[in-house]
């Protein structure tokens, strides 16, 4: 069956080209907000990404701005009242890459070779609040190394506000790989993956090592008192948010902080200084071993150093400090 459609009486005519409104200047319209792309934090998740935005104030300062939500699975302290320090220190880190390839240029598919981190945290500004905390960042880069015009190495210092107030500063350094290298530095290594979690999580094992699900538990127990097994979940969203050919150094970063932890324990440590230097890839073929002891430290505070050994070789040292009890809530929380 055919259908006619008759021509409509009244159908208005073309507006002509010139006839046409104006386009809105989209300069004067407001600028909404975003995440950076996800690609240049090495995040797969959007959800993770908590960079939002950058401004090049010279040649190595930038002015940056970023957000943490009200609610994470992993980034939370053990009572969800505050805002976890290893978030400061994933923020940190993601700043390191972001200006690697978007302000440095160095391409994507580039490895970096984290070589230490240093962060301080100040717990009074890390209480979660109605909404979601908007920051401010200044990062700055100094000891730059390129291998023509390539960036290979470098160095970040960065500070964290919330509100007009630092609630974290910290940085690194940094070494960008190209792909042949890396292939080349890592060998056989290049294609391994962790396939799953050796041991089952006792059920005591999260709340002695500050953390509450036993799927963030990084550590099963060793032959003795102040020693454990790295002994992550691949399955973790987070800590293996994609996929890698080594334990990667924010599951190292977590393993001090719950051996810090555990260490402390009655007690709880709220950390609030971490410096970390990564001597060489912990492997996932091998067991990593992780041991905590003390160091003097003044009453009502926590100093501890944290290694950890692979086939006999130092893989990473860390200093982690806090306050042992819970931080008071300012007065606006209380």
């Not at 995440?35 to 797969?44: C, D, I």
Request: charged fraction near 20%; include cysteine.
């Amino acid at each position: 069956m055919t259908l006619l459609a008759s021509p409509r009486q009244n159908s208005s005519a073309p507006t002509p080209p010139d006839e046409m409104p104006a386009s809105p200047d989209i300069s004067t319209m407001p600028r909404l907000t975003t995440t950076v792309p996800r690609e240049y934090v090495h995040r797969s998740s959007l959800a993770e990404v908590f960079l939002s935005g950058c401004e090049r104030l010279d040649e190595t300062h930038f002015s940056l701005t970023g957000q943490w939500p009200r609610a994470h699975t992993f980034f939370t302290s053990a009572d969800g009242a505050r805002h976890d320090p290893m978030q400061a220190v994933e923020t940190i880190r993601q700043v390191g890459l972001y200006l690697a390839h978007a302000e440095f240029g160095v391409p994507l598919g580039h490895q970096f070779l984290m070589w230490d981190m240093t962060v301080t945290t100040n717990s009074e500004h890390l209480f979660i609040g109605p909404v979601p905390s908007e920051l401010s960042l200044i990062a700055s880069c100094t000891d730059m190394k390129w291998k023509g015009k390539r960036l290979a190495e470098f160095t970040m210092h960065i500070t964290v506000e919330r509100d007009g107030v630092r609630c974290a500063a910290g940085g690194g350094r940094f070494s960008c790989i190209a792909p042949a290298a890396y292939r080349r530095l890592r060998g056989a290594a290049a294609g391994a993956r962790c396939a799953r979690r050796l041991h089952p999580v006792g059920a005591d094992a999260p709340t002695a090592l500050g953390r509450i699900l036993p799927f963030d538990v990084v550590l099963a127990p060793g032959d003795r008192p102040g020693r454990w097994l790295l002994d992550p979940d691949p399955r973790h969203p987070i800590l293996f948010d994609h996929n890698a050919d080594h334990i990667p150094g924010m599951v190292l970063l977590e393993a001090a902080r719950q051996a810090a932890c555990s260490l402390a324990r009655p007690d709880t440590l709220t950390p609030s200084y971490l410096h970390a230097e990564f001597l060489r890839y912990a492997e996932f073929d091998s067991p990593c071993w992780v041991e905590a002891s003390w160091v003097p430290s003044a009453e009502g505070t926590a100093d501890v150093l944290v290694t950890g050994t692979q086939d006999g070789n130092c893989v990473f040292t860390a200093q982690v400090c806090g306050s042992l009890g819970e931080p008071a809530a300012p007065p606006l929380l209380r």
